[in-house]
């Protein structure tokens, strides 16, 4: 007896092979590229793509930011910007482009959570400040305040997954950063999901704006830029837990 096949599971199956065939072959091509040592993107990707099997829920993605992104970020950051943290540096896909693009690596501070990934950046870049701790109490980090008490922070861009995070979390890092940063500082964040990755209650608490500076297709997912800045002085006392009313403390 002939078996008819559904038309939506034919297509469904067609689709899954369309992204599933491309990436096997390009995590091979990584592999081999790792183990012939013959392209420091691909030992990149691979260092980022175990940590991500490693930490699934921890990290953004499973492939370090494309450079047509990181230029996008970096595109976004405001003109004359000199002195930059680096929130979630991974492999530092973001910290090189931002290097290429003339912040001089004394004027960059870069904080990973990641263990393995802290010891991959203190390699990569001699002579970067790179500080293993947690993005939501930054402020309260002694490397970061020294950083940002020697000469204005004007940007803080940010590879975090602000998106899959809680308000509390959200607000912690968000409140952190423009601790940091004197009046008229922006937050630059990217995004896979379709719209603002910060919920509208911490975007009021904290006084802020969000406007999207561009799209890149040419990413793995697509990514949104956006940037985020402060409505003047809002009054706010550093950022705080206690600061968020119930109801974001217990949101996910």
């Known amino acids: 007896m002939i078996r008819s096949f559904d038309p939506l599971q034919v297509f469904m199956l067609l689709a899954t092979a369309f992204v599933a065939i491309p990436l096997l072959v390009r ?5 081999i590229d790792f183990d012939a040592g013959s392209d420091s993107r691909s030992e990149e ?5 175990r940590q991500w099997l490693a930490r699934p829920l921890s990290t953004a993605a499973f492939s370090p930011s494309s450079r047509f992104l990181s230029r996008r970020m970096v ?3 405001p003109p004359g910007t000199r002195r930059v943290i680096e929130l979630g ?3 530092g896909a973001l910290t090189r482009t931002l290097i290429n693009h003339g912040i001089a690596i004394d004027n960059l501070l870069a904080i990973e959570f990641n263990p393995s990934l802290h010891r991959y950046l203190l390699r990569r870049f001699p002579g970067l400040t ?3 701790g947690d993005a939501r109490v930054m402020a309260q980090l002694a490397e970061v305040v020294s950083f940002a008490e020697k000469s204005p922070v004007r940007a803080v861009v940010s590879g975090l997954g602000l998106l899959s995070m809680s308000r509390e979390a959200q607000y912690s890092i968000l409140s952190s950063a423009f601790e940091l940063m004197p009046e008229g500082g922006s ?10 990755p910060v919920a509208d209650e911490v975007m009021r608490r904290l006084g802020l704006r969000a ?11 697509p990514a949104s830029v956006y940037v985020f800045t402060r409505d003047g002085e809002s009054g706010l006392a550093p950022s705080r837990q206690r600061d ?3 109801s974001s403390r217990a949101a996910s």
């Open 187 to 196: 937050f630059v964040q990217f995004t896979y999901g379709p719209a603002v």
């Open 130 to 132: 790179a500080v293993r």
């Open 244 to 246: 968020l009313p119930r």
């Open 75 to 77: 595109r976004a950051i």
């Open 27 to 31: 995590t091979c091509k990584w592999l």
């Open 211 to 221: 406007r999207r500076h561009g799209f890149t297709l040419w990413n793995l997912p």
């Open 45 to 49: 990707r691979w260092i980022f793509f």
């Open 89 to 91: 540096a991974g492999t």
